[in-house]
């Protein structure tokens, strides 16, 4: 049930679409020639039915599929640079049964045309995109790396992702993932690169593609593209802004689960080293992210402390986005004994209140100081929140964004989409909002306050530059002996506050 509430992902099959069969009587004429144009014009009729229906039945709050049909088809003609017809909200209000619907959706799409835009998966895009607008601001098209950001389990892939700058533009690498082959390589989001296997990387998009190609392993399994195996090798040369000369790399296509739990600085074995205060048993552990695994990563890493003498904990969740509603319950409770951890709320399934019980396994006597900021969201504020509201732990930091809702993925049968939806809220375990809306006030109830003199603010340029410090100093690699402005424990004003809260708490 928490699985559901919070990432329900739908890898969905045509066959689901059956609830909504075509009618030969309204299907387009057929001439041969046409044929693959009117399969196109009833697949996109068909995957569109699903999408709305999924929607009217998972989100949030009460939509009329009258009004998203209507939003879908605005942006089909959007998308083919044709008028939107003055009557088309009647015709879709006039419609009664998903037969119906179906059948104008199949017209409507044949009737704007074949334009470049809406070839290929083009027109069914542009609906969903102009659907979800109406929406709310968390809910949308999902991309292949937010999909892959989402999945669950391990990756396979060099552990990098490029920005598309266009055909001829330069390569440069826009995303590095922390525990991939080309985070050990020693590669950073703005390098460029510059050759592959000796060809420029700019004129080959086939290997611009299978550089990029990084896929969560779903049931033991994982798409990939012909050719592209572990193991399977590729030589890069880099060029950075500062470096004087070009180097090259050797990346191997590997099976690897990027990391979420993150520490202090790296051992050579590229290990973490957690201890921020060794003499004092002080561990600092960083949330990257709420990914399918993560509250177990962290057990684990907390057990092996535990063993080594562990006395106190600075838990960061700063620039967390939060992720899986279970994993950050699971989080929580680790820490927590019997009491109440959220309560939340969805169309679906109602109101469910979530309690952690005690048990052996958990950790319930290390102090804990919880350092968040303006950029902890969602899951991470929930874990925040339950330890503040049940005494477990002092919140030091900045106030957090707000974000209380919870997003649900429906899977679509075409590769690399899906759809994002709003599909219900959490409350702290006191019962008071965590959510800011749109006309929420300063002094209202919502995010996650620092407690009584634990309020360390930045100023929006310290925050960027040390959220970059923090993304340096995850990627360095463990044999690197590159000096870093973090490997300064007072860089960070924020991480030096909590740390101080933490001795006085284990004196």
């Known amino acids: 049930m928490r699985g559901l509430l919070a990432f329900l992902l739908l890898l969905s099959g045509v066959g689901l679409l059956r609830a909504a069969p075509v009618n030969p009587d309204i299907q387009p004429e057929r001439r041969p020639e046409d044929a693959g144009q009117a ?17 009217e039945r998972g989100y949030a709050r009460p939509v009329a599929r009258a009004d998203l049909a209507h939003a879908a088809l605005t942006g089909l003609y959007e998308a083919a640079r044709l008028p939107v017809p003055s009557a088309l909200r009647a015709e879709v209000a006039k419609v009664k049964s998903n037969e119906e619907l179906l059948g104008l959706l199949i017209r409507i799409r044949r009737d704007v045309g074949n334009a470049e835009p809406l070839q290929g998966t083009g027109a069914l895009l542009a609906s969903l995109r102009a659907m979800t607008r109406i929406l709310d601001p968390h809910s949308g098209l999902l991309t292949s790396e937010e999909l892959r950001r989402g999945g669950s389990g391990p990756a396979q892939g060099f552990g990098l992702d490029i920005e598309e700058n266009g055909e001829n533009a330069p390569v440069l690498i826009k ?50 593209l012909v050719g592209d195996e572990p193991g399977d090798g590729v030589t890069l040369t880099v060029r950075r802004a500062g470096v004087q ?35 004092r048993k002080i561990a600092h552990v960083r949330i990257a992210g709420l990914a399918s695994g993560t509250a177990m990563e962290l057990r684990q890493v907390v057990a092996g402390l535990k063993d080594e003498g562990l006395r106190g904990i600075l838990l960061d969740l700063r620039w967390c986005p939060g992720g899986f ?26 109101e469910d209140t979530y309690r952690s019980v005690r048990d052996e396994s958990k950790v319930l006597d290390v102090p804990l100081v919880v350092l968040v900021n303006a950029e902890t969201s969602g899951g991470a504020e929930l874990i925040a929140a339950a330890l503040q509201d049940n005494g477990r732990a002092r919140i030091a930091g900045q106030r957090t964004r707000g974000k209380a809702s919870i997003q649900t993925t429906v ?3 075409v590769p690399s989409t899906g759809l994002k939806l709003t599909s219900g809220t959490f409350l702290r375990p006191s019962g008071k909002n965590l959510h ?13 306050r620092p407690d009584p003199g634990l309020e360390v603010r930045t100023s929006a340029a310290l925050s960027r530059q040390l959220k970059e ?37 284990i004196k």
Do not use: M
């Open 39 to 55: 399969a196109e014009e009833i697949n996109y009729a068909q995957l569109l039915l699903f999408a709305l229906n999924e929607v």
């Open 175 to 224: 995303e590095v993932a922390p525990g991939g082959p080309a985070q050990k390589a020693g590669l950073r989001p703005g390098d460029e690169i510059t050759h592959v296997n000796g060809r420029p990387a700019q004129e080959d998009l086939l290997v611009r593609v299978r550089l990029r190609a990084q896929v969560p392993i779903l049931d033991g399994t994982s798409a990939t």
């Open 245 to 279: 000369e070009p180097w090259q790399v050797k990346l191997e296509r590997q099976t690897f689960r990027p990391e979420t739990v993150l520490g202090v600085i790296r051992h050579d074995n590229n290990a973490w080293d957690y201890w921020i205060d060794r003499r």
């Open 325 to 350: 509603l279970n994993e950050a319950l699971d989080v929580a409770q680790l820490f927590l004994g019997e009491c109440t951890v959220a309560s939340v709320k969805s169309r679906l399934q109602g």
């Open 411 to 413: 899977g679509l049968p």
């Open 436 to 448: 800011r809306f749109p006309d929420s006030k300063p002094g209202d109830d919502w995010g996650v």
């Open 469 to 505: 410090w923090w993304l340096l100093q995850t990627l360095r690699p463990g044999p690197s002996r590159e000096v870093l402005p973090l490997d300064d424990p007072h860089a960070d004003p924020q991480r030096h506050a909590a740390l101080q809260a933490l001795v006085e708490l």
